[in-house]
Structure formats: structure tokens, C-alpha cells
């Protein structure tokens, strides 16, 4: 059986918070996109936002939700599958550089990126149109002198429209 060692290549772009505020110093000329999100059940709607978010820039960083907070903002019954899994598979999508734990403060039940957009300092913070902080977002934003780009959950042709919560209802009405 293989061990996680043997899949260096994607084990080396899962990396902690203090090795992402050296992104930044280890190219300071790239332009860096922050992307964020539960990634619970991966589906194509995430591939198409992760595509989108890395045509935006030359390093792309995603963020994935600790089990505890994904419980926090999703219920009991999730996550389906553990922070370990869905990093992993993540860091294994082809338009991702970098992946890491978002923090784990939560304020009004949603996560606050200021600690990660802090150190990352990225380029570009990346959120869906229908985030719940898309304000505070968009302020912390700007108080930081980082674009905020808002994208539009897309049908794709040839492609149904997902979302993690409907895959779950669709499972449990079968």
C-alpha cells in the first residue's frame, strides 16, 4: 500500500500559514490569487472556480475549511469527508499552486480571512457571488490593498449545475 510520501508532488503544495507569507517574498513580481473554500464534496463547480480563479493570476492559493468549521457552518452532519482528504485532492487539481487550512475563527458563523489575506498577501481575493460577507469581504479587501473579484457561480455546457448541498439531497431522496 502507498504511503502519502509517495505522492510528493502533491503533498509539497499543502503548506501552513507561515510558509505562505513567503510566497509573496519568493516572488515578489507574480501576481498571487486567494481562493477559499469547504470543498466537501468536490464536484465540477469547484474545478470551474478554481479555473477561473488561477486565469486571474500566476500563483493560485486555496483555502479549505477545518472539519470544525465546516461542521460549524454546514451542520452536524458534515463534512463527508475529512480536511486531510479534501486537501489533498485540492492540491492534486492541476490549476492549484499552493493549498492550505484557512483559519479557524469564525465571526457571525463565517470565517474571517484577515489572518491568511494578512500573510499571504495576496494579489486577488476570489469569492463566489453569493457569499454571505461579500461586504466585509470586500472591505477587508480594501483596507489591505488587495483586489476582491467576485465570480458568478457558471453553468457550464454540457454540465449540470453542483453544489455540495444539492449532491446531498439528491443522495438521501434515493
Aim: hydrophobic share 40%; glycine share 4%.
Amino acid at each position: 500500500m502507498a504511503s502519502i510520501s509517495d505522492f510528493s508532488s502533491i503533498e509539497k503544495k499543502i503548506i501552513n500559514l507561515n510558509k505562505a507569507s513567503n510566497i509573496r517574498k519568493d516572488n515578489p513580481k507574480k501576481k498571487i490569487a486567494f481562493i477559499s473554500g469547504c470543498f466537501d464534496i468536490l464536484h465540477s463547480g469547484h474545478a470551474i472556480m478554481i479555473n477561473r480563479a488561477k486565469e486571474l493570476a500566476d500563483i493560485l492559493v486555496v483555502g479549505v475549511g477545518k472539519d470544525n468549521v465546516v461542521r460549524k457552518l454546514k451542520g452536524d452532519s458534515r463534512p463527508i469527508n475529512n480536511e486531510n482528504d479534501r486537501i489533498f485532492l485540492i492540491a492534486a487539481m492541476a490549476d492549484v499552486d499552493y493549498t492550505l487550512f484557512n483559519q479557524d475563527r469564525l465571526e457571525d458563523n463565517e470565517i474571517d480571512f484577515r489572518e491568511t489575506l494578512e500573510e499571504l498577501k495576496p494579489d486577488i481575493f476570489v469569492i463566489n457571488d453569493d457569499n454571505t460577507r461579500l461586504q466585509l469581504n470586500k472591505k477587508i479587501c480594501d483596507e489591505h490593498g488587495i483586489k476582491c473579484v467576485v465570480l458568478k457561480r457558471l453553468n457550464v455546457k454540457g454540465l449540470s449545475f453542483k453544489s455540495t448541498t444539492d449532491i446531498l439531497k439528491q443522495l438521501n431522496s434515493n
